[in-house]
């Protein structure tokens, strides 16, 4: 705890259980929560940045074109209809769709289940990649008995932007 929190070794306390450590003990100790802190605001740099950075440099060294536009959510219905943990996933679409680049379009289908795209295209999957344009579908009742786990559908739908984008 004491190297966690950036306490030099010679800060720490002579009581308790440090002092039933060895001096080594202490040191080794000490390091080792100096580098438990590291790795966690590591851990915590922006991952998406790394993400995103990448894929482009992958993409760049295969001479590829990949979308630098930036990216949105684009949804024709009511913000007020949402439930309170669509619009939390919102939220969490929107921190990625600004990360990637990459384009949602939220849709509420039917009490089918089933979408027709603006190209004609009748759709029943919970989400869909569409490669040519590189944007992501997300049905609001995503999930198996449509309780909404639009984050998930998004999850998913992200791992076929990756594998175009960067397959290794």
């Known amino acids: 705890t004491y190297g966690h929190n950036g306490v030099k070794v010679d800060g720490m306390s002579k009581d308790g259980f440090s002092a039933l ?5 202490r040191n080794t100790a000490n390091r080792l929560g100096k580098i438990d802190a590291e790795a966690k605001v590591k851990a915590q740099q922006n991952p998406i940045d790394k993400a995103v950075k990448s894929v482009r440099d992958e993409a760049k060294s295969k001479h590829k074109a990949i979308p630098l536009h930036k ?12 439930t ?21 379009h939220l849709f509420e289908s039917d009490e ?3 979408y027709t795209m603006p190209d004609g ?13 590189g944007e992501i579908w997300i049905d609001l009742k995503a999930g198996n008995v449509g309780q ?3 984050i998930f559908t998004a999850a998913h739908e992200l791992t076929h932007f990756i594998k175009q984008w960067s397959p290794a």
């Not at 450590?21 to 003990?25: A, I, M, V």
């Not at 990216?71 to 949402?82: A, M, P, W």
């Not at 295209?121 to 344009?133: H, I, L, Q, T």
């Open 71 to 82: 990216g949105q959510i684009v949804f024709e219905g009511k913000h007020s209809t949402l």
């Open 148 to 150: 909404g786990t639009i």
């Open 121 to 133: 295209a009748v759709r029943s999957a919970n989400g869909w990649y569409d490669p040519k344009s």
């Open 112 to 114: 089918n289940f089933q």
């Open 21 to 25: 450590l060895s001096p080594t003990q």
């Open 84 to 104: 309170d943990l669509q619009e939390k996933q919102l939220d969490v679409l929107g921190k990625v769709s600004e990360g990637l680049g990459v384009t949602f």
